[in-house]
């Protein structure tokens, strides 16, 4: 005989035995207890959190009449009358259950409405299960309006959807809503654990939270999941098989990765990437849980107490946000979960997975390598805070928020033509871009050139550093630059070169205007050139 599925075979009878949406089974329990019942309910929430259940459980509610036969409507639905039987065996005919996504037009619905008309055959409700309801036409949802907010007394409809925004409110105003929650991991472990005792399967409990995070809030597809587990392992569930099945990451990658990513090890993640590769897991989900890592990582560092003792890897996130800092693992996280949409575009998923983490090994705060033009290279010389005048003082001038004083025009170089002849790329162009020269103290010893910026988070040290070394290469001596934060009184090169390509799109706007061509499309068809779309060459 054929084992029937978990997620069939454990499948909710009662209220008592539904997990996971107690603030609806208190609401519809109530109900039922008062004999204060509503027409139509609508329940709402995504795949396998217990809508179909729920309906179930209030048809055998409504239609009880308990083992002596004499039961009234109850909110503990004996399981053992007729009504109860033969609902929980699919072939009660006052139970209609009807899947919107196949019996979506007018013509389905009003066949339903009119057999509504008629009396149970033996039962006090016929219970309609509209699944899927928001796959209905508009016609069809028009059809029903009026039913659904009169129906005769002995109909009940129930409503469940996964996409709650495309009912129309017409249909929503007419019904009791009810939203069901995801089920948070945790509760899906507790209950994994009472179904495999039950079925007398062996397992690790680490194995279950990988199922748990794998369901994605639905407990039918843990229970499928399992399912499939359990035939895999061949034994006991174990998070290794459950991981290989998966082709789920192992926490201990995560670790190493982080670890690689502390080090500055960029050949260790390119290993670890390879080797992931060989063993055929998923760089998606790969990446899922290296973001949900790094999530618990900064959370830890804000908040200590958020790293519960029965978490396996406790001890490794205590670690790791101790060894990262809290820009880094910001950084981090966000490279992680925007670089997921990328994988389908790159060559495939493991190159798109090892540009990821040399990306984030790229960008770590501090992490850029100065590259040598040649000669020797000055520390960079950071900025000075600014005086703050005392609260019964007048606050006097502030050097690095007024305009760049003038430069004697003998010493001073061309600081626009420099920039854009010094051979630097990258962030280290956009700082040389976004500067205007304050002074230029040439001595015996070297030069001190002190630069202004508007934008003064492209300064990163390293970013200095690069453009002291471009500088002292280009004259020949050592050359110290300054950073200070202001507005440029002159225009960087930045802005020059923002205000000529203003230029040519103003220009290349009003040839598209008076081009003959368009202006008659624009007479004739009434055309119109969106605004902004047109670009220069």
């Given at each position: ?43 709402t929430g995504t795949r396998g959190v217990g809508k179909t259940t729920i309906a179930r459980i209030m048809a055998k509610a409504l239609n009880c009449t308990g083992e002596d036969g004499q039961g009234r409507m109850t909110s503990e639905p004996c399981g ?402 300054l950073i200070e934060k202001g507005e440029v009184e002159g225009k960087t090169v930045a802005k020059v070169d923002a205000q000529i390509h203003q230029e040519k799109r103003q220009n290349a706007e009003q040839m598209i205007a008076q081009d003959p061509f ?20």
């Open positions: 005989m054929t084992a029937l599925a978990l997620a069939r075979s454990w499948r909710p009878k009662t209220f008592s035995q539904l997990v996971g949406q107690d603030h609806v089974v208190k609401a519809l329990t109530h109900a039922l207890d008062q004999g204060r019942l509503h027409h139509a309910w609508l329940f053992k009358c007729p009504a109860c039987l033969e609902i929980d065996a699919g072939r009660f005919v006052d139970y209609i259950e009807m899947d919107a996504a196949s019996n979506r037009g007018v013509d389905d619905i009003a066949a339903l409405l009119e057999k509504a008309a008629y009396a149970p055959s033996n039962a006090r409700y016929k219970v309609y299960m509209i699944d899927e309801v928001h796959m209905l036409t508009n016609h069809a949802f028009n059809a029903m309006l009026k039913t659904l907010e009169e129906p005769p007394e002995h109909v009940k409809f129930i409503l469940a959807t996964t996409d709650l925004q495309k009912i129309p409110v017409t249909i929503l105003s007419r019904c009791l809503q009810f939203n069901l929650k995801q089920m948070p991991v945790p509760l899906i472990v507790e209950h994994l654990e009472k179904v495999l005792a039950a079925e007398k399967v062996d397992y690790e409990t680490n194995a279950l939270r990988v199922l748990a995070k794998a369901a994605q809030g639905s407990m039918r597809d843990a229970l499928s999941l399992t399912d499939q587990a359990i035939a895999y392992a061949a034994g006991k569930v174990s998070e290794e098989a459950v991981r290989g099945m998966l082709g789920t990451l192992d926490d201990a990658y995560l670790m190493r990765i982080l670890d690689a990513l502390i080090a500055k090890d960029g050949a260790t993640l390119l290993a670890i990437s390879n080797e992931m590769g060989e063993r055929s897991m998923s760089f998606s989900l790969a990446l899922a849980d290296l973001s949900s890592l790094i999530q618990k990582i900064a959370a830890a560092q804000i908040v200590p107490q958020s790293v519960l003792e029965d978490w396996p890897e406790a001890s490794e996130i205590r670690r790791l946000a101790s060894a990262l800092t809290k820009e880094e693992a910001q950084l981090f996280y966000q490279i992680s979960i925007t670089s997921r949409p990328d994988l389908s575009l790159a060559p495939d998923e493991q190159t798109g997975f090892a540009m990821t983490l040399l990306r984030m090994l790229a960008f770590r705060p501090g992490n850029e390598t100065p590259g040598r033009v040649g000669g020797s290279s000055t520390p960079p010389v950071a900025s000075a805070p600014r005086p703050v005048a005392p609260a019964n003082q007048t606050a006097t001038p502030v050097k690095s928020s007024a305009p760049p004083a003038p430069v004697p025009a003998a010493n001073r170089p061309d600081w626009h033509a420099l920039m854009r002849q010094l051979p630097v790329k990258g962030l280290v162009q956009q700082l040389a871009f976004q500067t205007e020269l304050q002074d230029w103290e040439d001595s015996p010893a070297g030069v001190r050139a002190t630069v202004v910026t508007p934008m003064p988070q492209l300064a990163s040290e390293a970013s200095v550093v690069r453009l002291a070394d471009a500088l002292s290469t280009h004259f020949g001596k050592p050359i110290k630059v368009i202006q008659q499309l624009e007479k004739e068809f009434g055309a119109k050139v969106v605004g902004g779309s047109v670009k220069p060459l």
